[in-house]
């Protein structure tokens, strides 16, 4: 929540951010504005994520309002960087939108201009709140803003290390950000976890987005792989958009499928580090997107004539199951408390 006594929090861009000569901005941290900010932002994500959102709903409220509250921030990012228009123009707002959110996590209080043309002014005072409340480095912030802008422009992958780096930039950065606001033992390795758990959600989201990414003329899936399968691009396009697979593109798919299994695997151990009130939160997520695989590895051929989702039903399940798995959880053990982690560095 804001300081006793602390209405309005103004950031003003410090000598060393890259601000395109905005000399401030006024985030109104009043409590009704704060409160309104965090509605907004659980409302965005209902609308925006229901599969994030399924998950979210079995997190404790504080932690729930600060995981609306970083969702709404990245969706923030993302609506700048696939908004059409001139690139340079989207640059400049997306560095308006990474000095204010310097600014706030720094918590620099001078200034007394308004927002000005920022977008999504109803975000600032959740995100102002929520960096109050939690530590998050503001590195991983600036990588999940970088994994905007870079796909914006890079629509081919040469091999499973230029994959990688993107998977890490648009979906390990959440990963570690939410073990952060949930809380965790195990310091490093557990960061690990988290990325390697993000890697595999990304990668089952480029299997389930195939066609859509097709369309747009976006091939996720890495250069040498499709060489090595015997396809090249103008064939793998023409299987993908026009529903014509044969053996190479299913020995293709099949080996992303393993791959993606692997880092699910990697990542398994990742509830059992965390604060035991959000491990629900984390499985429910997992084993949504997992489920999504699970169907893909099911009928690798179906996603080509349909987008491939669970049913609500089934998210139902997953919720009941996780609820069941908080109880046990919920059954006193020997664990060492969740505290900060050490500073971690990706390799």
């Not at 200034?111 to 590195?139: C, K, M, N, S």
């Not at 989702?309 to 199951?321: D, E, N, Y």
């Amino acid at each position: 929540m804001s300081e006793q006594g602390v209405t309005t929090l103004t950031a003003i861009p410090s000598a060393g951010d890259s601000g395109s000569g905005t000399t401030g901005w006024k985030v109104n941290l009043s409590p009704a504005s704060v409160a309104a900010s965090h509605a907004y932002c659980r409302e965005l994500t209902r609308r925006c994520a229901r599969n994030f959102y399924y998950g979210l709903r079995l997190t404790p409220p504080a932690q729930r309002s600060a995981m609306f509250a970083i969702y709404a921030w990245m969706r923030g990012a993302d609506d700048i960087a696939d908004r059409p228009g001139d690139m340079g123009e989207k640059q400049r707002e997306l560095a308006d939108f990474q000095t204010l959110t310097h600014a706030l996590h720094q918590g620099r209080h001078v200034g007394d201009e308004p927002l000005g043309r920022l977008a999504q002014q109803e975000l600032w005072p959740a995100i102002a709140d929520t960096f109050h409340g939690y530590t998050l480095p503001v590195d991983t912030l600036d990588d999940m803003i970088a994994g905007q802008l870079l796909d914006q422009v890079k629509t081919r992958y040469a091999n499973f290390d230029e994959l990688y780096d993107y998977c890490y930039k648009v979906a390990s950065t959440v990963g570690l950000t939410c073990v952060r606001l949930w809380g965790f033992e195990g310091e490093d390795d557990t960061l690990r976890l988290a990325e390697q758990r993000g890697v595999g959600l990304q990668l089952t989201n480029i299997l389930r987005d195939l066609v859509e990414d097709a369309r747009r003329d976006r091939i996720y899936l890495p250069h040498d792989e499709l060489t090595r399968f015997g396809l090249d691009e103008a064939t793998f396009l023409q299987m993908v958009l026009h529903n014509r697979p044969d053996e190479r593109l299913d020995s293709l798919i099949a080996f992303q499928i393993r791959r993606a299994q692997a880092y699910y695997q990697l990542s398994s151990e990742l509830e059992s580090h965390l604060t035991p009130a959000c491990r629900s939160t984390s499985w429910a997520l997992m084993k949504i997107y997992h489920g999504l695989l699970e169907k893909i590895a099911a009928d690798p051929r179906g996603m080509l004539r349909r987008r491939i989702r669970l049913s609500s039903l089934h998210k139902v399940g997953i919720a009941v199951a996780a609820v069941l798995r908080s109880y046990e959880d919920a059954v006193p053990k020997r664990h060492a408390p969740a505290r900060p982690a050490r500073p971690y560095h990706r390799s």
